[in-house]
């Protein structure tokens, strides 16, 4: 009987109904995020980028960050080109790998303590059923401090600010 | 040699591919894309599944400038000459190759091929050139050394003579590198930065 249950625990039970309700909710609607970001995207495919440095690992570097952006963070599928709602591409147009930021003087010399490095790409997401730019953002440019020689460390949170930038400028379709 | 010339691009070239490449061991697929600033010179990029394993090479003539990783383009594309007729076009002879050459023509079928032979002491080039009026042309080289087969390809040509799939074999491997073209880009712009490297 409903009046005997005590006061407390019918709470208890409201919240735990309300919880599972709106669970059941998020989980009712399979992309639950991904109409919010590219309009009519729920698929995608990454195509290599072009790569107009001297650096080859930038062309992977740069698939995983968007890979990382579009997958990991707006819940879209990857797929393959054929069969995706969209496809990425772009182009690593500029690699600057040790610009000094942090100077120190010595006797007779200046050490460089710290450094950065500089990634411009330029992004385009095409809706491929259409035809139209979702997405563009040419000349996008993240960079990233690193210790000397830690180069590889700067390149890292390059990257990720370029995965925060797509996905800032997919949610801004919205 | 001007019928290697004519093989060339005019101005800095983009071609996209997808490719596939197969030994006994391992079997591997991707994109890739050869940026060519004629007469000599090719930024080679290649990527795999997902965009694993991308790297990218400099080939300037029949040498390689820079490749990076070097392992894995030297195991994806073992043989300069073969890479450039892949991508229809051929290297001028070596100055102390012996050239000889025939040409056939069958009015019939209006088909002409000619044979091209560029002998070193070591290493023989042997091209044929199948032309069927601007249709469905044909490059096949054939690269033996000390009289062994090293590598043979066989490149399909559109009717613009541009390349439109290509396949080498290497029989002793054996292996076989495979390249379907989707972009050919007259009117590239090849940035100076593709050819220096930073190793």
Same mark, same amino acid.
């Given at each position: 009987?409903?009046?005997?249950?005590? &006061?407390?625990?019918?709470?208890? @039970?409201?919240?735990?109904?309300?919880?599972?309700?709106?669970?059941?909710?998020?989980?009712?609607?399979?992309?639950?995020?991904?109409?919010?970001?590219?309009?009519?995207?729920?698929? #995608?495919? =990454?195509?290599?980028?072009?790569?107009?440095?001297?650096?080859?690992?930038?062309? !992977?570097?740069?698939?995983?960050?968007?890979?990382?952006?579009?997958?990991?963070?707006?819940?879209? &599928?990857? %797929?393959?080109?054929?069969?995706?709602? %969209?496809?990425? *591409?772009?182009?690593?147009?500029?690699?600057?790998?040790?610009?000094?930021?942090? @100077?120190?003087?010595?006797?007779?010399?200046?050490?460089?303590?710290? *450094?950065?490095?500089? =990634?411009? #790409?330029?992004?385009?997401?095409?809706?491929?059923?259409?035809?139209?730019?979702?997405?563009?953002?040419?000349?996008?440019?993240?960079?990233?401090?690193?210790?000397?020689?830690? $180069?590889?460390?700067?390149?890292?949170? %390059?990257?990720?600010? @370029?995965?925060?930038?797509?996905?800032?400028?997919?949610?801004? !379709?919205? | 040699?001007?019928?290697?010339?004519?093989?060339?691009?005019?101005?800095?070239?983009?071609?996209?591919?997808?490719?596939?490449?197969?030994?006994?061991?391992?079997?591997?697929?991707? *994109?890739?894309? %050869?940026?060519?600033?004629?007469?000599?010179?090719?930024?080679?990029?290649?990527?795999?599944?997902?965009?694993?394993?991308?790297?990218?090479?400099?080939?300037?003539?029949?040498?390689?400038?820079?490749?990076?990783?070097?392992?894995?383009? &030297?195991?994806?594309?073992?043989?300069?000459?073969?890479?450039?007729?892949? @991508?229809?076009?051929?290297?001028?002879?070596?100055?102390?190759?012996?050239?000889?050459?025939?040409?056939?023509?069958?009015?019939? !079928?209006?088909?002409? &091929?000619?044979?091209?032979?560029?002998?070193?002491?070591?290493?023989?080039?042997?091209? #044929?050139?199948?032309?069927?009026?601007?249709? $469905?042309?044909?490059?096949?080289? $054939?690269?033996?050394?000390?009289?062994?087969?090293?590598?043979?390809?066989?490149?399909?040509?559109?009717?613009?003579?541009?390349?439109?799939?290509?396949?080498?074999?290497?029989? $002793?491997?054996?292996?076989?590198?495979?390249?379907?073209?989707?972009?050919?880009?007259?009117?590239?712009?090849?940035?100076?930065?593709?050819?220096?490297?930073?190793?």
């Amino acid at each position: 009987m409903a009046s005997s249950i005590p &006061r407390r625990l019918f709470r208890r @039970l409201s919240g735990a109904v309300a919880v599972s309700a709106t669970a059941l909710a998020v989980a009712g609607c399979p992309y639950g995020f991904a109409g919010g970001t590219l309009p009519n995207v729920r698929t #995608v495919a =990454i195509l290599p980028f072009d790569n107009d440095t001297p650096e080859p690992a930038l062309t !992977q570097e740069v698939s995983d960050a968007v890979r990382q952006a579009l997958e990991g963070r707006l819940g879209l &599928r990857i %797929a393959t080109e054929a069969s995706a709602d %969209a496809i990425v *591409r772009g182009r690593v147009v500029r690699y600057d790998p040790d610009i000094p930021i942090s @100077l120190q003087s010595g006797a007779g010399q200046v050490t460089v303590t710290k *450094r950065k490095v500089q =990634i411009t #790409v330029d992004v385009e997401i095409v809706n491929q059923r259409d035809g139209t730019t979702v997405w563009k953002h040419p000349g996008l440019a993240v960079d990233g401090d690193y210790n000397p020689p830690n $180069e590889k460390d700067g390149r890292k949170i %390059a990257w990720q600010k @370029l995965v925060q930038q797509i996905v800032d400028g997919a949610q801004s !379709q919205w | 040699m001007l019928w290697t010339r004519a093989t060339l691009p005019r101005a800095p070239t983009l071609i996209r591919f997808r490719w596939r490449y197969q030994d006994e061991r391992v079997k591997y697929a991707g *994109r890739g894309s %050869a940026r060519v600033a004629p007469p000599d010179s090719m930024r080679f990029d290649y990527a795999g599944f997902m965009n694993l394993g991308a790297g990218a090479a400099v080939v300037i003539g029949d040498s390689v400038a820079w490749a990076d990783p070097e392992k894995n383009f &030297r195991s994806l594309v073992p043989a300069i000459p073969m890479l450039w007729a892949a @991508l229809a076009m051929v290297r001028p002879p070596a100055a102390d190759a012996t050239v000889s050459g025939a040409e056939l023509t069958d009015s019939v !079928q209006h088909k002409r &091929r000619a044979f091209w032979r560029f002998a070193q002491v070591e290493d023989t080039l042997d091209y #044929v050139v199948t032309d069927s009026a601007g249709r $469905e042309s044909v490059l096949e080289a $054939e690269w033996r050394r000390r009289g062994a087969v090293v590598a043979r390809s066989r490149s399909q040509l559109d009717a613009l003579q541009r390349p439109a799939s290509a396949r080498v074999d290497f029989p $002793e491997a054996p292996a076989r590198f495979e390249l379907t073209v989707g972009v050919v880009d007259t009117a590239a712009v090849i940035p100076p930065a593709v050819w220096r490297s930073r190793r």
